[in-house]
């Protein structure tokens, strides 16, 4: 069942970013997996609509990694011209490359991390959201990897378990202090919370 709620439209725009992070991602999966990058877009899409995102927020969660892992094929002041500067601001705002990051080797993971928490702290509720969406999304298939495979979840990324569970804890603490309260915040909480119990019960043998 479904009904339309003032402010809730998606149009042209939207239509146009999908097709856009599609053909972008399309031959991208998940690290270390055989799951196709785009279910990624579309559950972080899909989290900031149900926090109450509009469209310029539905359309950055579509495109924000677009910066990151694309940034030989996604020119910023073009994807700013397609979609407006509020987006290209969002996106801007949801990567932990530098400014100027044009491809190839990035800086080293914790300090791409350290300067993407402090960016985040400081930047816009929409920035903030999009990323809240992205972590959470990510910390949800952590811990379910974590249930079913166990410690070997974290040889797929770049930086460890202690290091992974650091950046997490340091998201949350950011948002409660940027005062990027509510229940998707409360539901990352949750969530950290898990990864520590299991954590600690892997640690235990």
């Excluded at 877009?41 to 900031?48: D, E």
Aim: hydrophobic share 35%; with cysteine; proline share 4%.
């Amino acid at each position: 069942m479904t009904h339309t709620a003032a402010g809730s439209f998606l149009g042209t725009r939207f239509e146009d970013a999908l097709i856009y992070a599609l053909d972008l991602h399309r031959h991208d999966t998940r690290k270390g997996k055989p799951t196709p990058y785009v279910s990624h877009l579309l559950g972080v899409c899909s989290l900031v609509l149900q926090d109450g995102g509009d469209e310029d927020e539905a359309i950055a969660a579509l495109l924000h990694d677009a910066l990151e892992d694309h940034a030989e094929r996604v020119v910023p002041a073009d994807l700013g011209r397609r979609f407006g500067s509020r987006v290209l601001e969002i996106v801007r705002s949801c990567s932990d490359t530098p400014p100027d990051y044009a491809g190839g080797t990035k800086p080293p993971w914790k300090e791409r991390k350290l300067r993407y928490i402090a960016h985040l702290a400081q930047t816009t509720p929409s920035a903030r959201r999009v990323s809240l969406a992205d972590k959470l999304y990510n910390l949800r298939e952590v811990v379910s990897d974590l249930r079913i495979e166990g410690q070997q979840t974290w040889a797929r990324f770049n930086a460890g378990a202690a290091e992974q569970c650091w950046y997490y804890r340091s998201i949350a603490e950011m948002m409660r202090q940027a005062g990027q309260c509510g229940p998707m915040l409360d539901a990352y909480e949750r969530e950290f919370g898990e990864l520590e119990k299991l954590m600690a019960k892997q640690d235990r043998g």
